[in-house]
C-alpha cells in the first residue's frame, strides 16, 4: 500500500525513538566508521537507528552505498559572497546517482516481503540503481521510460544489470502513471519514491551531512527537484534530527527546477495551495523533466517546516553552472548543476543572504549524460584531430600552448 485508501495522501513511516537515548547516536554513528557494520559497509545501514527494521533473517541488499564526499569550494563562496559552500555529491555512489541510498532500504523491503519483480518509471537514474539492487537482491526489474528521453548511459546501465526495459509514452509522467495502474494488476513492488521506503534511506544523506560538518548545520541546503522525493527525504531527515534534539538550527530547504518543467515553483512561489501540473514538461536536464510530481504534498510539508524556498532556471544557466563546477573540477550530471543556478538566482534575489553557510545537493555523475558535454564543447579546448607525428601534433596544439 502506497498510498491511504481514504484520504489519498502518501503513505509516510513514523520513527518512534526516545530523545534522551537518541543523543548517545551521533557517538554510536562515528564508532561504526568506515560502515563496518553488519550490513556491511554501507553509509546507510550505518544509521540503523533511524531505518525500519527487517525482518530476522533478512538481509539488508547493500551495494555499499554512502559515504559520499562533501566537497569545499572556496573560490565560488567567495564569488558569491557566502561564508562557506560545499557540495554534497551523492553521484558518487554505485550507480551514480543518490538513488542508491533510497534503493537499498527499498528492495530490502521488497525481499523482506517476499516480492518478486520490482518496477518503476524512470528518466534514467531511479531504472540504472533500481535494476542494480533488483540483481543484487535476485529479483526481477521491470522499468518504464519515456521515449528517446533517457541518457545513454542510464539505459544501458538498467540494460547491463539485466531489467526489462519498456519505453512508452513522451514523458515520465505518462509512463509512472501506467506503471502506478499496471503495478496491481501484474503484482509488481514499485520502487519510485512514492515508496516510503525509499524516502528512509534518502533521508540518511542529511545525517551523514550533518555528521561532516561537525553537526553545525548549514544555513541553506539547495537542490534540484523533479519527482520531489529527495526534497521529501531530506526534509523527513532534518525533521526527525531536530525532534531528537540532534540539531537546534534547521537547515532550509532550496529545491531548483528547470523553468520548462517547474510546475512546484509556480506553485509554491505564487503561494497557491495546489500544484497545477505541467503537461508538456521541458528541459535538456532529462533527469528532472518532469510536470506531475507525485511527491509535491510532501516536498510542501518540508519546505513549510523548514521555511524553504524554490527557483526555476532555464537551461542556459544550468549550462553555465555546471561548467562552472567543471571549472572546478567538479563534474555532475546537467539536473545536478541545476542547484548551483539555482543558488544563483536565490543570491542575486536576496533569498539567500550574504555572509551564510551553503550546501549543494549534487545528484547525479558526471559521466550519466556524456552526449550533453558533446553538445556543449564551445568555449573549450576540446578536441582536435592531428597527423600521427610530432609536428603533426605540435601543429594541431597551434595558438593553444
Ligand atoms: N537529480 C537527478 C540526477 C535525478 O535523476 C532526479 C530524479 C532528480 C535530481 C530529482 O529528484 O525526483 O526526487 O525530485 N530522477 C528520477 C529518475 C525521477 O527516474 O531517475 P526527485
Not at 538513488?99 to 516480492?115: F, I, N, S, W, Y
Not at 531527515?237 to 527546477?257: C, F, K, M, N, W
Request: charged share 20%; proline share 6%.
Amino acid at each position: 500500500m502506497y498510498s491511504c485508501p481514504r484520504c489519498g495522501q502518501l503513505a509516510e513511516l513514523v520513527l518512534e525513538m526516545d530523545p534522551e537515548e537518541a543523543r548517545a547516536w551521533p557517538e554510536r554513528w562515528r564508532a561504526r566508521l568506515p560502515g563496518r557494520d553488519a550490513a556491511g559497509r554501507s553509509g546507510v545501514w550505518r544509521f540503523s537507528e533511524l531505518l525500519p527494521s527487517t525482518p530476522a533473517g533478512v538481509e539488508a541488499v547493500t551495494l555499499g552505498e554512502g559515504g559520499t564526499p562533501l566537497v569545499e569550494l572556496p573560490q565560488l563562496a567567495e564569488e558569491l559572497q557566502l561564508e562557506s559552500l560545499w557540495v554534497k555529491h551523492l553521484g558518487v555512489n554505485p550507480t551514480g546517482s543518490f538513488k542508491d541510498l533510497g534503493m537499498t532500504v527499498c528492495v530490502t523491503e521488497a525481499r523482506a516481503l517476499g516480492r518478486g519483480v520490482v518496477a518503476c518509471a524512470s528518466t534514467g537514474n531511479t531504472s540504472a540503481s533500481m535494476a542494480a539492487y533488483a540483481a543484487r537482491a535476485g529479483l526481477r526489474a521491470l522499468v518504464l521510460v519515456p521515449e528517446g528521453q533517457v541518457t545513454a548511459a542510464k539505459l544501458a546501465q538498467a540494460l547491463d544489470f539485466g531489467a526489462m526495459v519498456v519505453q512508452a509514452g513522451q514523458t515520465f509522467d505518462e509512463a509512472f502513471l501506467l506503471l502506478r495502474q499496471l503495478a496491481p494488476r501484474l503484482n509488481l513492488y514499485l520502487a519510485n519514491s512514492i515508496n516510503p521506503f525509499r524516502l528512509e534511506g534518502q533521508k540518511t544523506a542529511v545525517v551523514e551531512l550533518l555528521e561532516q560538518l561537525d553537526w553545525r548545520p548549514p544555513d541553506y541546503l539547495i537542490l534540484p527537484g523533479g519527482n520531489l522525493g529527495n526534497v521529501s527525504a531530506l526534509g523527513k531527515g532534518i525533521s526527525e534530527l531536530a525532534d531528537a534534539g540532534l540539531v537546534t538550527d534547521v537547515p532550509r530547504l532550496g529545491v531548483v527546477q528547470a523553468e520548462g518543467a517547474s510546475p512546484f515553483h509556480r506553485m509554491w512561489s505564487s503561494g497557491a495551495e495546489e500544484l497545477v501540473p505541467e503537461d508538456h514538461p521541458e528541459t535538456r536536464a532529462t533527469a528532472i523533466r518532469i510536470g506531475r510530481p507525485a511527491n509535491w504534498p510532501r516536498a510542501m510539508r518540508a519546505l513549510l517546516r523548514t521555511r524553504g524556498l524554490t527557483a526555476a532556471v532555464p537551461d542556459s544557466e544550468i549550462e553555465t553552472a555546471k561548467r562552472r563546477l567543471a571549472e572546478l573540477g567538479v563534474g555532475c550530471e546537467p539536473a545536478s548543476a541545476a542547484s548551483l543556478a539555482g543558488l544563483r538566482r536565490m543570491r542575486q534575489s536576496g533569498q539567500v543572504p550574504a555572509g551564510t553557510r551553503v550546501v549543494l545537493v549534487l545528484t547525479g555523475h558526471q559521466l550519466k549524460d556524456t552526449a550533453y558535454v558533446e553538445e556543449h564543447l564551445a568555449g573549450l579546448p576540446g578536441i582536435r584531430r592531428a597527423e600521427p607525428t610530432l609536428e603533426g601534433v605540435e601543429r594541431s596544439l597551434r595558438g593553444w600552448l
